[in-house]
């Protein structure tokens, strides 16, 4: 977000283009200002910042306790680098070897150890549920475009087909889900849809919001659709096409070029909306920050992560998007 | 050729009915070039544009071939495929190259081979001179250079007539002559042509017969000597007192 402004101060100065650069420095300057303002705020509530527990929640590292399954003595522990191979003769006489991290290592040669004792311990990093949120929004909104998507072209046509029963359906359906909260819709398909069908929680809330993306995607490509000449289509049709070979063509690969903003936007829509399936208990990003808060009481903390993730996902889609643009604009 | 009998095209919007083509009977022999004139809003694009099928015709009856266009039965894509037409505002792809404007109709509804479809595409880039374009975008192209592409496409199909819409109307002056030259090396050629235009010039050198319109009528039919020097009809009379 901050680094265009600091590439352009950064290009001002090399530059020596004065007038710009003072500009976008009053733009760093008033942000700095605001941000100054909520750092005061904070302090007058005395709340203790502790972004040092925020980590953890992202990455951590897992303690495995190796412990001995029987009673016996240790005959001999190899250290190897960071690893220490610890031998335990059992009273039957067998000879049982266990690997743990060198520094861990809690028992002496010749030490008699009980059933239960720990040698020692491995670690593993794992994902924390910040990672693992941000991951289910992800794939969740990915599989929710996907769906939405080809709602929408199917819709979209539909709503520009000459059958009166086709176009007064998707009308039909558009209306319903532009008119009506995703919120409520979202409850609708899981306490209604899902006890009806008896679809999972999962599958309530992709279908949810592909149903909800794909009535604005429909319009969007109808739009789209209809922004292209109309000699387009009676070209391709003097040419012996018929009405789907014209559309796959001719009209479609010129009209998504130009529904590829509109598209983008609702996409990066779709990826913020997904945060209101937490309400019927899927752990995305949005309640995966809700249950770190509970154990940490990290709340503003935990939010602004949260917040900047979604951003994260959110800017990375816009950047491929435009990448997209400028390779279909060869034919300008 | 082409045999059209009592042809009517009207338009209904807003409360208004419009005789867009109002009882034309006209006939179009192979290897003829006819071309139609007649001031503006006078029923010759869409009459043109019915020949094809781009407007369904109201009453009436249109033999292309032999096959009736009236008849529900008939698959206007087999029609079209026969019946290449250029238009005023040139409608080529924007999104494809100019070779790929050649290639895509042939491949998709002539299911040639690519290789086929673009030897094809470049013989007849080559015939209307413009075969070093192959890989540019249409938009970088004059629209003369455009027209003469679009014409290309159309003759890609291998169609029995060709339908022209006003193709020099949409072009800058010193554009016309090359697109016309490519015209009339078509007629040269004996290719059935029925061409609305207003180009007098073009009309008197190259038409079989001209046929005039106005009001959605056919008012006066005839050679080009016959209806350039000596119209027998009144308004034909006024309409090449304005335009010659």
């Known amino acids: 977000m901050l680094s265009p402004l600091f590439f352009d101060v950064w290009n001002g100065i090399v530059n020596k283009d004065l007038k710009n650069w003072s500009w976008t420095l009053l733009t760093l300057l008033i942000l700095f200002a605001m941000g100054a303002g909520l750092w005061v705020a904070?302090?007058?509530?005395?709340?203790?910042?502790?972004?040092?527990?925020?980590?953890?929640?992202?990455?951590?590292?897992?303690?495995?306790?190796?412990?001995?399954?029987?009673?016996?003595?240790?005959?001999?522990?190899?250290?190897?680098?960071?690893?220490?191979?610890?031998?335990?003769?059992?009273?039957?006489?067998?000879?049982?070897?266990?690997?743990?991290?060198?520094?861990?290592?809690?028992?002496?040669?010749?030490?008699?150890?009980?059933?239960?004792?720990?040698?020692?311990?491995?670690?593993?990093?794992?994902?924390?549920?910040?990672?693992?949120?941000?991951?289910?929004?992800?794939?969740?909104?990915?599989?929710?475009?996907?769906?939405?998507?080809?709602?929408?072209?199917?819709?979209?046509?539909?709503?520009?087909?000459?059958?009166?029963?086709?176009?007064?359906?998707?009308?039909?359906?558009?209306?319903?889900?532009?008119?009506?909260?995703?919120?409520?819709?979202?409850?609708?398909?899981?306490?209604?849809?899902?006890?009806?069908?008896?679809?999972?929680?999962?599958?309530?809330?992709?279908?949810?919001?592909?149903?909800?993306?794909?009535?604005?995607?429909?319009?969007?490509?109808?739009?789209?659709?209809?922004?292209?000449?109309?000699?387009?289509?009676?070209?391709?049709?003097?040419?012996?096409?018929?009405?789907?070979?014209?559309?796959?063509?001719?009209?479609?690969?010129?009209?998504?070029?130009?529904?590829?903003?509109?598209?983008?936007?609702?996409?990066?829509?779709?990826?913020?909306?997904?945060?209101?399936?937490?309400?019927?208990?899927?752990?995305?990003?949005?309640?995966?920050?809700?249950?770190?808060?509970?154990?940490?009481?990290?709340?503003?903390?935990?939010?602004?992560?949260?917040?900047?993730?979604?951003?994260?996902?959110?800017?990375?889609?816009?950047?491929?998007?435009?990448?997209?643009?400028?390779?279909?604009?060869?034919?300008? | 050729m082409i045999k059209t009998v009592d042809l009517k095209k009207t338009f209904v919007g807003r409360g208004q009915t419009v005789h867009a083509v109002d009882g034309v009977t006209a006939h179009v022999k192979k290897g003829e070039v006819v071309v139609i004139i007649g001031p503006s809003g006078s029923g010759k694009s869409t009459y043109l544009r019915c020949l094809n099928g781009l407007e369904t015709l109201s009453s009436g009856h249109i033999h292309v071939d032999g096959v009736d266009l009236a008849d529900r039965k008939t698959d206007l894509n087999k029609v079209r495929r026969e019946v290449g037409m250029v238009f005023q505002q040139f409608n080529l792809f924007p999104h494809k190259t100019v070779l790929e404007n050649l290639v895509l109709a042939q491949m998709v509804v002539r299911k040639r081979s690519r290789n086929e479809a673009e030897r094809k595409g470049r013989e007849l880039l080559k015939k209307v001179g413009i075969a070093e374009k192959e890989k540019e975008y249409p938009i970088r192209l004059s629209g003369g250079q455009q027209q003469r592409v679009a014409i290309a496409r159309a003759l890609a199909m291998e169609p029995k007539v060709m339908l022209f819409d006003e193709p020099t109307s949409a072009l800058d002056p010193e554009m016309v002559g090359e697109v016309l030259e490519v015209m009339k090396q078509l007629a040269r050629e004996g290719m059935t042509m029925v061409v609305v235009t207003h180009e007098m010039g073009f009309a008197r050198e190259v038409a079989d017969r001209v046929l005039f319109m106005d009001h959605g009528k056919l008012v006066e039919e005839g050679t080009p000597e016959h209806f350039f020097t000596n119209p027998q009809e009144e308004r034909a009379q006024l309409f090449l007192k304005q335009v010659l």
Not at chain 1, 161 to 184: D, K
Not at chain 1, 233 to 241: D, I
């Open chain 1, 42 to 332: 904070t302090k007058k509530i005395d709340y203790n910042w502790r972004w040092n527990r925020v980590p953890q929640y992202f990455l951590y590292h897992n303690e495995n306790v190796k412990t001995v399954p029987f009673d016996g003595r240790v005959t001999k522990i190899d250290q190897a680098g960071d690893t220490a191979t610890i031998s335990v003769l059992s009273e039957d006489d067998d000879v049982q070897t266990f690997v743990v991290d060198a520094e861990t290592v809690r028992v002496e040669v010749n030490e008699d150890l009980f059933e239960g004792d720990s040698l020692g311990s491995t670690f593993t990093w794992r994902i924390g549920p910040l990672l693992h949120g941000l991951w289910v929004t992800l794939w969740l909104s990915a599989a929710a475009s996907l769906f939405g998507l080809i709602i929408g072209l199917i819709t979209g046509l539909c709503r520009i087909s000459s059958n009166i029963t086709l176009r007064q359906l998707s009308i039909f359906y558009i209306e319903i889900i532009r008119g009506t909260p995703l919120l409520v819709q979202i409850f609708i398909f899981y306490f209604f849809l899902g006890t009806v069908l008896d679809i999972s929680r999962i599958v309530a809330g992709i279908s949810a919001l592909a149903i909800f993306a794909g009535a604005y995607v429909a319009e969007i490509i109808r739009a789209g659709i209809q922004s292209i000449p109309k000699g387009q289509m009676e070209a391709a049709r003097s040419l012996g096409m018929n009405v789907p070979q014209a559309m796959i063509y001719i009209i479609l690969p010129q009209a998504f070029k130009r529904i590829l903003p509109p598209l983008a936007g609702q996409f990066i829509s779709l990826i913020k909306d997904s945060s209101l399936v937490s309400v019927i208990a899927i752990t995305d990003l949005t309640k995966s920050g809700r249950e770190v808060i509970t154990s940490t009481f990290a709340t503003f903390e935990i939010w602004f992560i949260v917040a900047l993730l979604y951003l994260l996902l959110t800017s990375v889609l816009s950047q491929v998007i435009a990448w997209v643009e400028r390779r279909l604009a060869v034919s300008d």
